[in-house]
């Protein structure tokens, strides 16, 4: 049965809440995720046999610097654990999470998020979409925009397959070569938009200018910027002027990577960014002293074992129980943390259509 929205509505894995009921929301993690598509073996021999072993405390030191050559370490497919390291978030006050898991690869689970939504009493809001050029199927590169977009509305008004699992926001769309299927799938992302009302949640390639190019390519086909986001500034290394433009426009902010730290390569770009927490805030603290508090989101993308609590990470709570706090010693006000976690997240999730057409 196809499912109407109302202005002011989510769209959760139990159902429709009203966007007010959302409370503390993290707008960008993985519960269920397998991304075993990026393991790659380690170069050095002596290190080959970590790749294959689980992840332990004798080898987490090892794990922690080789994230994506140890082939447990990119899999969350325990549900189990998900619920529990998703229940320690509910108890350091958190109510909503947006699971942004594609289908596909990655092996999202509607059914699961079902489950875990209930055993922990969180909301759970699902994404629907594609992942980058990298990972385009033939099937996805040969289908018209017509068809794409039917998916796209499908998965949202209808639900995933034939678990009646319904999509609430677009994402995350996976863009980094920006050649022309991916263009086509931001096209659909905002013609989806357009019929069902839900917000779209973009992984952008790390280039300023491509940046502001994927806003535009969804400006041009239709969308609502006010209902998007363009995820990942924290990693992404975009300068203070092209986050001003992106907002001026409209955008939501991601900073979406809290407690990921160290030195990361930009890829193509032949540079790095030096991830810290500490940078993140001073960012933020100064998007909103430029009068932009309305206009960011935050969440920490939990997408690999060694970051979650069980393995010695700091989990989905780690905003909640570390960075709030510090924020309000450096001078972030009580009022600016609500808009970040309440009050960004419900305008951006919420519907703003009537319903969803026939």
């Keep these: 049965m196809r499912q109407k929205l109302s202005v002011g509505k989510v769209q959760t894995v139990l159902g429709v809440v009203d966007a007010g009921d959302l409370g503390i929301t993290m707008m960008h993690e993985h519960l269920l995720h397998d991304a075993s598509v990026f393991f790659t073996e380690p170069a050095a021999a002596g290190d080959r046999p970590l790749a294959h072993q689980p992840v332990t405390l004798e080898n987490l030191s090892w794990v922690r610097l080789n994230e994506s050559n140890n082939l447990d370490n990119v899999r969350l497919t325990d549900e189990a654990l998900a619920a529990k390291e998703a229940k320690l978030f509910q108890l350091a006050r958190g109510d909503t999470m947006v699971e942004l898991t594609t289908s596909g690869v990655f092996g999202r689970d509607p059914l699961g998020l079902v489950r875990i939504s209930r055993a922990t009493g969180l909301n759970i809001v699902m994404g629907t979409g594609y992942d980058g050029a990298a990972l385009h199927t033939p099937r996805l590169i040969a289908q018209t925009e017509e068809d794409v977009t039917d998916e796209l509305v499908n998965e949202i008004a209808v639900g995933v397959g034939s678990t009646g699992v319904r999509a609430g926001i677009i994402g995350e769309i996976g863009c980094s070569t920006l050649n022309e299927t991916?263009?086509?799938?931001?096209?659909?992302?905002?013609?989806?938009?357009?019929?069902?009302?839900?917000?779209?949640?973009?992984?952008?390639?790390?280039?300023?200018?491509?940046?502001?190019?994927?806003?535009?390519?969804?400006?041009?086909?239709?969308?609502?910027?006010?209902?998007?986001?363009?995820?990942?500034?924290?990693?992404?290394?975009?300068?203070?002027?092209?986050?001003?433009?992106?907002?001026?426009?409209?955008?939501?902010?991601?900073?979406?990577?809290?407690?990921?730290?160290?030195?990361?390569?930009?890829?193509?770009?032949?540079?790095?960014?030096?991830?810290?927490?500490?940078?993140?805030?001073?960012?933020?603290?100064?998007?909103?002293?430029?009068?932009?508090?309305?206009?960011?989101?935050?969440?920490?993308d939990v997408a690999t074992k060694h970051r979650l609590s069980a393995y010695g990470g700091l989990g989905y709570a780690h905003i909640l129980r570390d960075i709030v706090p510090t924020m309000l010693s450096r001078g972030v006000t009580e009022d600016d943390v609500h808009t970040l976690l309440v009050e960004n997240p419900k305008r951006v999730l919420s519907c703003w259509l009537r319903e969803v057409p026939e």
């Design 182 to 300: 991916e263009r086509k799938v931001l096209r659909c992302c905002a013609k989806a938009q357009q019929r069902t009302g839900v917000a779209i949640s973009i992984h952008p390639t790390p280039n300023d200018a491509a940046a502001l190019e994927i806003m535009s390519i969804l400006a041009d086909a239709g969308a609502d910027l006010s209902h998007t986001i363009i995820g990942h500034v924290d990693i992404s290394g975009f300068s203070r002027a092209t986050c001003h433009t992106l907002a001026d426009a409209g955008c939501y902010l991601g900073y979406d990577n809290f407690g990921l730290e160290g030195l990361m390569e930009l890829p193509g770009l032949g540079r790095s960014v030096d991830l810290r927490d500490t940078q993140r805030m001073d960012d933020i603290a100064a998007l909103i002293a430029d009068g932009y508090v309305e206009k960011i989101i935050v969440s920490q």
